[in-house]
């Protein structure tokens, strides 16, 4: 079952940037560690970004830091993945997902997450 929904990817110039973003309908993740993984064409998933319920806490995968930042809004009960300086390598489909008691070491681990989305396609042209 497809409990997020991603929004906001498209194609874009090297050096430039997206925001993706990422809602729930139906139901709150407001208590719920969020995060953002991709998967490139051939490639397994990877972990991108994570943020911890209250927004406090964020971790970022050593590729992106620097150039990518999350954050949500509960108010809204969406999660958002800001994307500056976007390179080639950067092409990817990007899904979201919500872990439910999750513990710090697990934000990067895929398969401690209990929803997904379907994922939402950025492609970056050189």
């Known amino acids: 079952q497809v409990q997020l929904v991603e929004s906001g990817g498209g194609l874009v110039q090297a050096g430039g940037s997206l925001r993706l973003s990422c809602a729930a309908p139906g139901r709150t993740f407001s208590s719920y560690v969020m995060g953002w993984f991709r998967q490139a064409p051939g490639k397994e998933r990877e972990f991108v970004a994570a943020i911890s319920w209250s927004g406090g806490s964020t971790y970022y995968a050593d590729s992106v830091k620097g150039r990518f930042t999350i954050s949500r809004n509960n108010a809204k009960n969406t999660v958002y993945l800001q994307m500056n300086s976007l390179k080639p390598e950067d092409t990817a489909v990007y899904y979201c997902?919500?872990?439910?008691?999750?513990?710090?070491?697990?934000?990067?681990?895929?398969?401690?997450?209990?929803?997904w989305g379907q994922g939402t396609q950025v492609t970056v042209s050189s």
């Open positions: 997902a919500a872990g439910e008691s999750l513990g710090y070491a697990g934000w990067s681990e895929e398969y401690e997450y209990d929803y």
